[in-house]
């Protein structure tokens, strides 16, 4: 995995970018990542009454659907670490009615705010790869401590196997523009695998040529 890029913008960079960004994203990004986003849910498939966490979770497209899933006796944890996307995602979530059922955390996945064995599920859409690459096994393994055994995880990411021509375009806007293309493409799978979570699927994903990875994990520990 020596082929990842580095993320060299800081976090408090990262943070005012995403401030900036926060009333503008779904017009920038969510035509893109929407449809790869659902695919995680889906995949996921939290049950009624389950605890769920998203790490990275925006302005809040996915809360409202989880929230759903999981039901009155459930409850779904947002974390982000930009105040302003937050916001959005609050006021979304209110709109909508679930508010009681989700509660948005502002934090740093690096150190994830929860006791252990506490998540049924976890869910990382577009996140992981805005860790720099000695950052991501962490982010991972925090979520396999907030995870209890059998308890699963589903990624979705920006892929760097077998870089096609986007990729290796997307890869030197970033190298050119790094705090403002702040994310890269990763091997998720197997970032996954090296963490120690049990792979259950895994499937290839393209968005207008890019290439990324929806993946299905679980805690393998019972």
């Known amino acids: 995995m020596s082929q990842i890029s580095r993320v060299t913008r800081s976090k408090q960079q990262a943070k005012a970018t995403y401030n900036k960004l926060s009333r503008w994203y779904d017009l920038l990004a969510g ?11 889906r995949l996921l498939s939290p049950n ?7 790490i990275g979770s925006g302005t809040g497209n996915s809360l409202d659907e989880l929230a759903g899933l999981v039901g009155g006796s459930g409850i779904v944890y947002g974390i982000d670490l930009s105040e302003g996307m937050l916001e959005v995602a609050q006021t979304r979530v209110n709109k909508l009615g679930v508010g009681a059922r989700i509660t948005l955390v502002c934090g740093d996945a690096l150190q994830l705010p929860f006791k252990a064995d506490f998540f049924d599920k976890i869910l990382i859409s577009f996140t992981l790869e805005l860790f720099d690459t000695p950052e991501i096994p962490r ?10 055994g059998g308890g699963q995880i589903s990624v979705v990411g920006l892929s760097r196997k077998q870089p096609n021509f986007m990729t290796r375009l997307y890869e030197w806007f970033h190298e050119k523009m790094p705090a403002t293309v702040d994310c890269r493409p990763i091997f998720v799978q197997e970032e996954l695998e090296h963490a120690g979570f049990q792979i259950l699927k895994s499937s290839n994903l393209s968005m207008m040529g890019l290439k990324s990875e929806l993946v299905l994990a679980k805690n393998p520990a019972t």
């Open 31 to 41: 035509g893109f990542e929407g449809k790869p986003r659902k695919a995680a849910t």
């Open 48 to 54: 009624k009454g389950e605890k769920v966490l998203e």
């Open 139 to 148: 982010v991972l393994a925090e979520c396999l401590r907030c995870l209890h």
